[in-house]
Antibody
Framework: EVRLAESGGGLVKPGGSLRLSCAAS????????MNWVRQAPGKGLEWVSS????????FYADSVKGRFTISGDKAKNSLYLQMNSLRAEDTAVYYC????????????WGQGTTVTVSS | QSVLTQPPSASGTPGQRVSISCSGS????????VNWYQQLPGTAPKLLIY???QRPSGVPDRFSGSKSGTSASLAISGLQSDDEADYYC????????????FGGGTKLTVL
């Protein structure tokens, strides 16, 4: 079964760092555009970052630019999100999602991992 | 403030047809395709419609999408109680070096 599984969330103090992982199963993640999308408690979906198939094109939301870095490891068939200088407003459930059409139509989502930024 | 504008709520009775609108601009809906997601409480979003009006395998044909100019719409016919969920539109946006934009979401209540 095609699947994505996030991990790495947790409680971190403001200014701290965290690295999220997203393991892909039954498909090669580097053959697709991949995204990170987050959802703050009680709020809507917010796109965070995208990486194109092959990794040549990377995009970030203004709210995370300069603080977050998206990357992938072909050998581990995994996507990552390195999050630095974390703020309270980064508190959210973070989802990774596959975009086979390269048009924001994300057909496979993980279950999400929760990041809480609090002192 | 979301780049794509959706009504915060919608409602209908079982069997009814309801529509949810999504308004954008030339840099997103006007020049790119629209996608719709359904999110049941406590679960990850699910792709409902892609490329304006295409249904992924397994999505019932009660769900349909359309687009005209800088606006799009999701229609649900034969409303069922388990359609009660949050619905989001999304599109690629060509501004700011490229980004994905979502609507603020519409909470659908089945009365």
């Amino acid at each position: 079964e095609v699947r994505l599984a996030e991990s790495g969330g947790g409680l971190v103090k403001p200014g701290g760092s965290l690295r999220l992982s997203c393991a892909a199963s039954e498909f090669t993640f580097s053959s697709y555009s991949m995204n990170w999308v987050r959802q703050a408690p009680g709020k809507g979906l917010e796109w965070v970052s995208s990486i194109s198939d092959g990794g040549n094109h990377i995009f970030y939301a203004d709210s995370v630019k300069g603080r977050f870095t998206i990357s992938g490891d072909k050998a581990k068939n995994s996507l990552y999100l390195q999050m630095n200088s974390l703020r309270a407003e980064d508190t959210a459930v973070y989802y990774c999602a596959r975009d086979p059409y390269d048009t924001a139509g994300m057909d496979v989502w993980g279950q999400g991992t929760t990041v809480t930024v609090s002192s | 403030q979301s780049v794509l504008t959706q009504p915060p709520s919608a409602s209908g009775t079982p069997g009814q047809r309801v529509s949810i609108s999504c308004s954008g601009s030339s840099s997103n809906i006007g020049g790119n395709t629209v996608n719709w997601y359904q999110q049941l409480p406590g679960t990850a979003p699910k792709l409902l419609i892609y490329s304006n009006n295409q249904r992924p395998s397994g999505v019932p044909d009660r769900f349909s999408g359309s687009k005209s100019g800088t606006s799009a719409s999701l229609a649900i016919s034969g409303l069922q109680s388990d359609d009660e969920a949050d619905y989001y539109c999304a599109a690629w946006d060509d501004t700011l070096n490229g980004r994905v934009v979502f609507g603020g979401g519409t909470k659908l209540t089945v009365l």
